[in-house]
Protein backbone atom coordinates (compact mmCIF):
# COMPACT_ATOMS: atom_id res chain seq x y z
CA UNK A 1 0.00 0.00 0.00
CA UNK A 2 2.67 2.43 0.73
CA UNK A 3 4.63 1.83 -2.52
CA UNK A 4 0.74 2.91 -4.24
CA UNK A 5 0.47 5.94 -1.99
CA UNK A 6 4.01 7.32 -2.92
CA UNK A 7 3.68 6.23 -6.46
CA UNK A 8 0.30 8.15 -6.96
CA UNK A 9 2.68 11.40 -4.84
CA UNK A 10 4.67 11.37 -7.70
CA UNK A 11 1.90 11.98 -10.46
CA UNK A 12 0.87 14.82 -7.49
CA UNK A 13 4.00 16.28 -8.47
CA UNK A 14 3.72 15.67 -12.43
CA UNK A 15 0.34 17.42 -12.38
CA UNK A 16 1.40 20.24 -9.69
CA UNK A 17 4.06 21.15 -12.87
CA UNK A 18 1.28 21.35 -15.29
CA UNK A 19 -1.25 23.27 -13.32
CA UNK A 20 1.90 26.02 -12.55
CA UNK A 21 2.17 26.32 -16.07
CA UNK A 22 -1.57 27.03 -16.76
CA UNK A 23 -3.20 30.04 -16.02
CA UNK A 24 -4.13 31.09 -12.89
CA UNK A 25 -8.07 31.30 -13.76
CA UNK A 26 -7.83 27.62 -14.51
CA UNK A 27 -6.54 26.13 -11.55
CA UNK A 28 -8.31 23.09 -10.33
CA UNK A 29 -7.67 21.55 -7.17
CA UNK A 30 -9.30 18.41 -7.07
CA UNK A 31 -6.73 16.34 -9.25
CA UNK A 32 -9.12 13.17 -9.80
CA UNK A 33 -8.02 9.34 -9.72
CA UNK A 34 -4.45 9.46 -9.26
CA UNK A 35 -3.14 5.22 -9.06
CA UNK A 36 -6.08 2.78 -9.63
CA UNK A 37 -5.42 -1.31 -8.73
CA UNK A 38 -7.44 -3.86 -8.43
CA UNK A 39 -7.68 -3.45 -4.66
CA UNK A 40 -7.90 0.44 -4.42
CA UNK A 41 -8.13 3.46 -6.28
CA UNK A 42 -6.42 6.51 -4.98
CA UNK A 43 -7.55 9.99 -5.60
CA UNK A 44 -5.56 13.40 -5.09
CA UNK A 45 -6.29 17.19 -4.29
CA UNK A 46 -3.91 19.65 -3.89
CA UNK A 47 -4.53 23.08 -1.63
CA UNK A 48 -3.58 26.67 -2.93
CA UNK A 49 -0.44 26.18 -0.55
CA UNK A 50 0.54 23.18 -1.60
CA UNK A 51 -0.90 20.92 0.89
CA UNK A 52 -1.75 17.51 -0.62
CA UNK A 53 -4.48 15.51 0.12
CA UNK A 54 -4.65 11.89 -0.88
CA UNK A 55 -8.09 9.35 -0.45
CA UNK A 56 -7.41 5.47 -0.71
CA UNK A 57 -10.74 3.53 -1.16
CA UNK A 58 -11.65 0.46 -1.64
CA UNK A 59 -11.71 -0.40 -6.10
CA UNK A 60 -14.87 -2.80 -4.72
CA UNK A 61 -16.39 1.33 -3.54
CA UNK A 62 -18.48 1.80 -6.54
CA UNK A 63 -21.25 3.90 -4.54
CA UNK A 64 -19.38 7.10 -4.83
CA UNK A 65 -18.82 8.53 -7.94
CA UNK A 66 -16.57 11.03 -9.31
CA UNK A 67 -18.62 13.75 -8.34
CA UNK A 68 -18.95 12.82 -4.32
CA UNK A 69 -15.24 12.44 -4.34
CA UNK A 70 -14.48 15.99 -5.22
CA UNK A 71 -17.01 16.91 -2.61
CA UNK A 72 -15.54 14.66 -0.30
CA UNK A 73 -12.10 17.01 -0.77
CA UNK A 74 -13.66 20.47 -0.59
CA UNK A 75 -15.63 19.53 2.52
CA UNK A 76 -12.12 18.19 3.91
CA UNK A 77 -10.34 21.07 2.70
CA UNK A 78 -12.66 23.36 4.66
CA UNK A 79 -12.52 21.71 7.97
CA UNK A 80 -8.94 22.06 7.57
CA UNK A 81 -9.16 25.31 6.46
CA UNK A 82 -10.77 26.05 9.70
CA UNK A 83 -8.14 24.68 11.78
CA UNK A 84 -5.19 26.07 10.51
CA UNK A 85 -6.87 28.98 10.61
CA UNK A 86 -7.47 29.13 14.15
CA UNK A 87 -4.94 31.83 15.60
CA UNK A 88 -4.03 29.04 18.28
CA UNK A 89 -2.71 26.82 15.75
CA UNK A 90 0.93 27.03 15.02
CA UNK A 91 2.39 25.94 11.10
CA UNK A 92 3.99 22.48 10.82
CA UNK A 93 2.70 21.36 14.18
CA UNK A 94 0.68 18.24 13.57
CA UNK A 95 -3.23 18.63 14.02
CA UNK A 96 -4.32 17.58 17.54
CA UNK A 97 -8.02 18.05 17.91
CA UNK A 98 -10.74 15.83 18.49
CA UNK A 99 -13.18 18.07 16.99
CA UNK A 100 -11.32 18.08 14.02
CA UNK A 101 -10.76 13.94 13.81
CA UNK A 102 -14.62 13.55 14.83
CA UNK A 103 -15.65 15.71 11.53
CA UNK A 104 -13.10 14.05 9.13
CA UNK A 105 -14.21 10.46 10.31
CA UNK A 106 -18.10 11.34 9.87
CA UNK A 107 -17.09 13.26 6.33
CA UNK A 108 -15.00 9.65 5.80
CA UNK A 109 -18.02 7.76 6.93
CA UNK A 110 -20.60 9.19 4.68
CA UNK A 111 -22.53 11.19 7.50
CA UNK A 112 -21.60 14.29 6.76
Do not use: W
Not at 12 to 34: D, H, M
Not at 58 to 64: C, G, I, M, Q, R
Not at 72 to 77: P, S, T
Request: proline fraction near 4%.
Amino acid sequence: MQYRVHAALDVVEEKCQFINKATPESKELYLGLLYSTEAHKIYGFITNTKIKFILVMDSENVALRENEVRAMFRNLHILYTDVVCNPIFLPGEPIISRKFDRSVQKLMSGNA
